[in-house]
């Protein structure tokens, strides 16, 4: 029997399993217990009674070991016939395949061999009444507004790939980097910290860039970690225009580079509006 029908002729998961209402929130994912539904992104994807039942037991009690035994005993009546072990394995590896998960390395349903099974992923848990709210930091309080995610997304690559331009320009034309030393215009250390911080922030914009071009679930996460020293290298470029000044001029020199200071700022913004549940 294919693994579709043998999920099918099970019976409903028991009135206990979605004990706990509201949406869970991880990664890309949210899986409304009320409703029943599993969607990416704001879209639904398609997953069956039983392994949702598997998934939302696993959500309720994230972080816990959920034996095949206890499993059993709530989806799986005791005068139900029918291929247990073969049907849970079927159902958590439907789990895994629309989450786009692996045994080998879980980021959300974890093996636990010879004891069962384990959600590992973050979850931030939200009522249906606040889910139509504005997303909210929980540190700073502040409001995040709802947009489409691939506007903000392509605002994010278009920003890494302005700062490969200014990298590029620069390694182009080195020799007037000094123009930006005032202190010592013979001094090399301009240049060499140009040279440095581009040769460290080119691969940093591609990986950001790749990343955000193939929709990297954990990217908020990884953002987060990173922003501080971004934040540091990018504040160091903002000073970029005044290498041009003698030719566009002080003020616009002086305007485009308070500009710049804040493009770190909306870097992060972005990534939270993309990817609220892990920025």
């Known amino acids: 029997m294919a693994p579709d029908a043998k999920l099918a002729g099970v019976s409903a998961p028991s009135p206990e399993i979605g004990r706990k209402s509201g949406i869970a929130r991880f990664?890309?994912?949210?899986?409304?217990?009320?409703?029943?539904e599993l969607r990416?992104?704001?879209?639904?994807?398609?997953?069956?009674?039983?392994?949702?039942a598997v998934l939302a037991i696993l959500l309720e009690r994230c972080g816990r070991v959920i034996s095949r035994e206890e499993l059993r005993e709530k989806l799986w009546p005791a005068n139900t016939f029918v291929d247990f072990d073969h049907s849970l394995n079927t159902a958590v590896n439907k789990i895994r395949e629309t989450l786009g998960d692996s045994a080998s390395?879980?980021?959300?349903?974890?093996?636990?061999?010879?004891?069962?099974y384990r959600f590992v992923g973050d979850?931030?848990?939200?009522?249906?009444?606040?889910?139509?709210?504005?997303?909210?930091?929980?540190?700073?309080?502040?409001?995040?507004?709802?947009?489409?995610?691939?506007?903000t997304r392509s605002l994010f690559a278009l920003i890494q790939i302005m700062y490969l331009v200014f990298y590029i320009e620069a390694l182009f034309h080195w020799r007037g980097v000094d123009q930006v030393s005032?202190?010592?215009?013979?001094?090399?250390?301009?240049?060499?910290?140009?040279?440095?911080?581009?040769?460290v922030g080119i691969p940093v914009?591609?990986?950001?860039?790749?990343?955000?071009?193939?929709?990297?679930?954990?990217?908020?996460q990884k953002f987060r970690r990173i922003f501080i020293p971004l934040l540091l290298l990018d504040e160091l470029w903002a000073v970029?225009?005044?290498?041009?000044?003698?030719?566009?001029g002080f003020g616009p020199a002086f305007a485009a580079t308070a500009a710049l200071l804040y493009v770190p700022f909306a870097e992060r913004t972005l990534v939270r509006m993309a990817y609220p549940q892990e920025a």
């Open 40 to 52: 990416k992104q704001g879209r639904r994807i398609r997953l069956q009674d039983q392994p949702f």
């Open 105 to 116: 390395s879980p980021r959300f349903v974890e093996t636990i061999a010879r004891r069962g």
């Open 240 to 248: 970029t225009p005044f290498l041009i000044f003698d030719r566009i």
């Open 123 to 151: 979850i931030q848990w939200q009522t249906p009444s606040a889910a139509n709210t504005p997303s909210r930091n929980p540190v700073t309080g502040e409001e995040l507004p709802k947009t489409n995610r691939g506007l």
């Open 205 to 220: 914009r591609f990986y950001l860039l790749s990343s955000v071009g193939f929709d990297h679930a954990l990217l908020g």
């Open 27 to 36: 990664g890309v994912f949210e899986a409304d217990l009320d409703a029943r």
């Open 182 to 199: 005032w202190a010592d215009a013979g001094s090399p250390l301009i240049l060499i910290l140009v040279l440095v911080t581009a040769g």
